[in-house]
């Protein structure tokens, strides 16, 4: 019997769901069965990772760990080599912590996961996995166990080419898509989630689970492109004709996964604890800030000279992996990461600075940074946060030296473009750090009070749910008014062992040329890689 159901919504936010869960004008209640969790539940914002950002918001759900300890930062890890800088994808075997999964497998309770990132290769559990953000072509190597694949494709409507990431279709995100174009993104991650729903609903199904956990990640991909139809404070008072089907289309979709939620708490029953979360919110940009631009105009790098070349062509597409590395001595190496890194030259005579400058320039930086104003005067990047404040840890050094928070919580660009702040077409979505966490089911207590809690709580909220004691390491706490007073005098916090030390293996670190184009390749198609 399912005890604890988990789903994940990746980049879901109040600012959508408060007005989704409640009767609107000529749009009726969007999404009742999430309603009815709430109002019954608990309901509390949820603070992501200090670059609120998929990989490490939900390696930290995952493992309970922040990433200085687990060690993802991005979607691609970067090495520099002095006179390259290397990019390979991000993965599971760059993490150093180990998972729920496995703390609860090994404590003989059975558990299903599906669809959530970095866990790519999947690790050997009581129960089953599949990996998230992988391509159809690697999806059946890419689950366990071994037949679980073939188990998939008995499922009527089974679709692996609709359910894994289709790089070619995702590759057309960008600002400027068409209205044709954003009904089809809308369509295709429609399909997308029914998938992976029907995949979630056999598995909960049939194989009742202890920890049943699936993550839905359509919210996010809709809200970076539609944003400016969603968001209540934006929509016209005479909206067109595009604006009216772009928006009752994109609510469909959160009609249907509503109706998946509701399906997936009736499968699990009356006795299961139910949570959802999402790892961060969402807001709305309206500007685009081309930081590289403003780091080659203050001679902190310099871009490779464009030679007419199809290589240099190509690399121009992706300029962030176009610079000069032998003159580069700072540079932000992918939008995702809204991060600066240092070059220090690991001998005399090889790129960067000398290591006892470190700290000068580090200052310096910053400072340049802090003085960088928009058209109208307005500071643009409200914080810095260098490595040691931002990602303490073991793994701190992989981390980007430094990580910029913007006035609008936006992302920045890479690109070698003028002016270097710019205003958008439109409103975009961009990540904003408070996500939500709602619960319900018997003991969970009934707070719509909608006190702060913390994303790297939820690991231990969720093994606190499976009656098991939460490893000692871990960072986060389970609040103590999501359950009851009954609940807690009936299942008192436990505390036991560390969780236990990990070893994934690792790759050669040295990709191909191919291999590398890949990389940029699946970066856009994430929605990482700027116009």
Same mark, same amino acid.
């Not at 109040?14 to 539940?41: I, K, N």
């Not at 359910?163 to 009904?183: H, N, P, Y």
């Not at 029914?194 to 809200?223: I, N, S």
């Not at 902190?300 to 121009?316: F, H, N, Q």
């Given at each position: ?161 609709? !359910? ?6 995702? %590759?057309? #995100? $960008?600002?400027?898509?068409?209205? @044709?174009?954003? *009904? +089809?993104? =809308? ?63 994109? !609510? ?6 509503? %109706?998946? #939620? $509701?399906?997936?708490?009736?499968? @699990?029953?009356? *006795? +299961?604890? =139910? ?84 700290? +000068? ?171």
């Amino acid at each position: 019997m399912t005890k604890t159901l988990f789903i994940g919504l990746d980049g879901a936010t109040f600012t959508l769901f408060d007005a989704f869960t409640r009767e609107q004008p000529g749009e009726g209640v969007v999404m009742p069965h999430l309603a009815r969790l709430m109002r019954e539940g608990f309901q509390a914002p949820l603070r992501s990772t200090r670059h609120p950002l998929t990989p490490p918001a939900w390696t930290t759900m995952m493992t309970g760990r922040t990433p200085g300890n687990h060690g993802i930062f991005d979607f691609v890890r970067v090495e520099d080599r002095g006179h390259d800088c290397l990019w390979t994808l991000a993965s599971a075997t760059d993490n150093r912590c180990e998972t729920i999964w496995s703390i609860a497998s090994r404590q003989d309770k059975r558990v299903v996961s599906l669809n959530f990132p970095m866990m790519s290769p999947p690790e050997t559990i009581n129960g089953a996995i599949v990996s998230g953000f992988v391509s159809w072509k690697h999806l059946r190597r890419n689950m366990t166990p071994p037949h679980l694949y073939d188990r998939l494709k008995a499922i009527p409507g089974f679709d692996a080419k609709e !359910l894994a990431w289709d790089f070619k279709r995702e %590759d057309q #995100i $960008g600002d400027d898509m068409s209205v @044709a174009d954003l *009904e +089809a993104w =809308v369509h295709a991650h429609r399909l997308r989630e029914e998938q992976w729903f029907k995949v979630a609903e056999t598995m909960l199904a049939e194989d009742r689970p202890d920890l049943f956990a699936v993550m839905f990640d359509g919210t996010d991909k809709l809200q970076h492109q539609l944003w400016h139809v969603l968001e209540p404070a934006l929509q016209p008072k005479n909206p067109s004709a595009d604006h009216k089907r772009l928006r009752e289309l994109t !609510l469909g979709y959160y009609r249907r996964l509503d %109706d998946y #939620i $509701g399906r997936l708490v009736e499968i @699990a029953g009356p *006795e +299961a604890q =139910v949570f959802i979360a999402s790892d961060h919110g969402f807001a709305g940009t309206a500007q685009v800030v081309r930081i590289n631009r403003y780091l080659g105009e203050l001679g902190y790098l310099t871009w490779a000279v464009d030679d007419g070349s199809d290589e240099a062509k190509r690399r121009v597409d992706v300029n962030f992996a176009f610079l000069d590395w032998e003159k580069t001595k700072a540079f932000c190496p992918t939008p995702s990461s809204n991060g600066i890194r240092i070059r220090v030259a690991r001998e005399p005579g090889q790129p960067g600075i000398a290591p006892h400058e470190y700290d +000068a320039f580090r200052d310096k930086l910053i400072a340049d940074l802090k003085a960088l104003r928009g058209p109208n005067g307005e500071t643009i990047i409200t914080e810095i946060l260098t490595r040691e404040e931002a990602f303490p840890g073991p793994a701190m050094d992989d981390a980007p030296d430094l990580t910029l928070m913007l006035n609008d919580f936006g992302f920045v660009s890479v690109r070698d473009k003028t002016p270097v702040v710019a205003a958008r077409a439109y409103p975009a979505g961009t990540h904003h750090p408070d996500g939500i966490f709602i619960a319900a089911g018997p003991g969970v207590a009934q707070d719509q009070t909608r006190e702060l809690i913390q994303l790297i709580d939820v690991p231990s909220i969720l093994l606190h749910s499976l009656g098991l004691a939460v490893p000692s390491d871990f960072e986060g706490e389970v609040p103590r008014h999501l359950f009851t007073a009954d609940e807690w005098a009936a299942r008192p916090l436990a505390t036991g062992e560390a969780a236990h030390a990990v070893d994934r293996g690792a790759d050669d670190g040295t990709p191909s040329d191919a291999e590398r184009e890949k990389i940029l390749e699946q970066m856009r198609a994430l929605g990482y890689l700027d116009a």
